[in-house]
Every structure is written in structure tokens, then in C-alpha cells.
């Protein structure tokens, strides 16, 4: 089991990357960062852009695996996303995991800024783009039309240090389907259950990530291991090994603390380093 830290891309600017770096230090394996544009439309928050602030945590660390959590490629121009992920592989030394999804809130972060929120379109996008980023990233010429990108006489270099590229990790909502089939063709997931009311995500216990796994397999055919992204409060030692019994290969534990004053206790959890 591999440990990591997933922090928001809001609040304060400095307190982010110290959190990085400290968490390079206490022999953390990953450090990941949320990707929104707002949070939310119901009141302001400072947000920052993942990729600069990325940028500046990789040449502050060593050797700590960093990406984002998740980064919704159906707001996102896939020509833009290939320039940006490559160029912080090279500033990691060949660092950096890719998470990708659909994007939420569906409103804040698509609707009010003129993108469009339906489910089908993002779907679309996201297969789109995945398969725009895939071909900028190997470097040779290619053409691309398809329902929502076009490109024409493409060719992009350097291509990452990574071979034979950067590692996506799909994200889905079980019991939703589609987004399982769609990870099953990359290396790696990171499932959550179903937003309920309140509009929380829910984790998933160790019973629905073993099924989420094994529906997985059944649709990856030989294409070889894949990671799997578990998490909840704290670093309860039963509840960690419940999920690697599953087959999770990542853990990554939460300070259990919502709203405004989270980085203090996020920092407390990073400063105790990971279970070993």
C-alpha cells in the first residue's frame, strides 16, 4: 500500500506548497490537488490554479509522485492539458500521475461559466480528450476530428519523461458503469459512491471497491496492473488493511475536517507521515 495526500486548490496559496513539502519530507508517496475553477456559487473562496501551484511544488520536491484529484478534461482544452502535463513531468523528473473525470459541480464549475453541464457532453469530452492527450503526448503527427475537438497537423515535443506516458487515473461514481469501463483502459481508478443530497461524494467501503476491482478485470482484459485509490479519515490500521484486502494499492486519509479551517489539521496528519 502507497499513501498520499489530497488537499483543495483553495484557501491560501503558501500553505500548499509548505504542505507538499513537508509531506516529501515525512515520506509521503503521493501529493495530489483538487482541480475547480470556483468550488462553488454559493459563496467566494480564493481557488488557485493547480497546474502553476504543481509547477512550484515540483521543483520544491524530490521525490514525492504529484498530479491532481481530479482534473475535469471537459472544461479543459486537451492541447492545453498536453502542454501542461509534460512540461511538470520534466520539472518532476517524470513525477506526475494524471486523475481525470467529468468535473462537479456540474454548475459551478461548468454552467455559470458558459460550459455546457450535461452529463452525456462531458462523457463525450472526456473520451475525446483522453484520446487527444494520449496522441500529443507521443509525439508524432497526427489529425484529429471528432465531435467536439478538432485538430488538424498536430505534433507536440518534448514528449514526457514517463514511458510510455504519464499514468491516468480514471475517477467514476459507483454504482454508475461507464466510468469503470472508460478506467479499465488506463492505470488506475479512483472510485467514490454516489453524491448524495448534501452533494458529498460518499467513500466506498471495502465490499463496493472489491466489485468496483472486479468489474474493472473483467473489462481490462491482459492489459496488465492498475492502481486503485481508497480513502477516508484518518489512518484507522483495521480499515486500511480492510481495504487492501479489497485490493486498493493507494490510501489516502483525510483530517475529517470541512470548510475554512482545514489546513491546519491536514498539515497535522501530513507532519505524522504514513503508516509503515
Not at 86 to 103: K, M, N, P
Not at 179 to 190: N, Q
Request: glycine fraction near 10%.
Amino acid at each position: 500500500m502507497r499513501y498520499a495526500i489530497t488537499v483543495p486548490n483553495i484557501g491560501e496559496l503558501d500553505p500548499l506548497v509548505t504542505m507538499a513539502v513537508e509531506a516529501d519530507a515525512a515520506g509521503w508517496d503521493g501529493f495530489f490537488l483538487w482541480d475547480h475553477m470556483r468550488f462553488t456559487k454559493d459563496f467566494p473562496v480564493s481557488v488557485f490554479d493547480p497546474w502553476v501551484t504543481l509547477g512550484a511544488i515540483a521543483v520544491r520536491t524530490e521525490r514525492i509522485r504529484i498530479g491532481t484529484m481530479i482534473t475535469p478534461i471537459p472544461r479543459r482544452r486537451p492541447w492545453k492539458l498536453a502542454r501542461e502535463t509534460v512540461t511538470l513531468d520534466h520539472l518532476s523528473g517524470g513525477r506526475v500521475i494524471l486523475g481525470v473525470g467529468l468535473g462537479y459541480p456540474p454548475d459551478a464549475d461548468f454552467e455559470l461559466l458558459g460550459e455546457d453541464p450535461d452529463e452525456r457532453v462531458r462523457a463525450e469530452k472526456l473520451d475525446e480528450g483522453l484520446e487527444l492527450l494520449e496522441r500529443f503526448w507521443r509525439g508524432e503527427p497526427f489529425d484529429f476530428d471528432g465531435r467536439h475537438f478538432h485538430v488538424r497537423e498536430a505534433q507536440f515535443l518534448p514528449t514526457p519523461v514517463q514511458v510510455p506516458r504519464i499514468p491516468i487515473w480514471v475517477a467514476g461514481m459507483w454504482p454508475n458503469r461507464a466510468p469503470f469501463r472508460r478506467a479499465a483502459r488506463f492505470d488506475g481508478v479512483c472510485p467514490i459512491g454516489v453524491v448524495g443530497d448534501e452533494g458529498i461524494p460518499a467513500d466506498l467501503g471495502p465490499e463496493d471497491l472489491a466489485a468496483v476491482i472486479a468489474y474493472i478485470r473483467e473489462h481490462r482484459g491482459d492489459r496488465g496492473s492498475f492502481d486503485v485509490a481508497a480513502g477516508g479519515v484518518g489512518l484507522d490500521a483495521e480499515r486500511i488493511a480492510a481495504y487492501e484486502e479489497a485490493g486498493a494499492t493507494w490510501y489516502f486519509p483525510s483530517a475529517g475536517v470541512e470548510g475554512p479551517d482545514w489546513a491546519e489539521p491536514t498539515l497535522e496528519l501530513i507532519r505524522c507521515g504514513p503508516p509503515r
